[in-house]
């Protein structure tokens, strides 16, 4: 059905940045989502965003750092990760949530690492 596919994560130090990008595997119409999950830790939200790229929403933990947007043509959103903290370092999950419900389809995940 929906394959998605995480790629950007990396070893970076604090203060850094990276963007992460998830590339689906056709024309999606979903609502698309981005999780994260650090070692002995239940996996949180992150950020969302609408097809029209409106509604945007980010926990409160990384609003003003991180910018969710996507590229239909492209098919493909990005979480920009600005201002990264040692308590950023997780594996990176984008989701896609198709009737509002929940996320029903998710990629394998991109490790992101950040040093002090």
């Known amino acids: 059905q929906v394959q998605l596919a995480e790629s950007g994560g990396g070893l970076v130090q604090a203060g850094g940045s990276l963007r992460l990008s998830c590339a689906a595997s056709g024309r999606t119409l979903y609502r698309m989502n981005w999780f994260r999950q650090a070692p002995g830790k239940e996996r949180e939200f992150v950020a969302s965003i609408r097809y029209s790229g409106t509604n945007t929403n980010y926990a409160d933990s990384v609003k003003g750092r991180f910018t969710i947007t996507r590229d239909n043509a492209k098919n493909t959103v990005y979480l920009q990760m600005n201002s990264l903290k040692p308590e950023d370092t997780a594996v990176y999950y984008c989701?896609?949530?198709?009737?509002?419900?929940?996320?029903?389809?998710w990629g394998q995940g991109t490790q992101v690492t950040v040093s002090s």
């Open positions: 989701a896609a949530d198709p009737t509002g419900a929940g996320s029903r389809y």
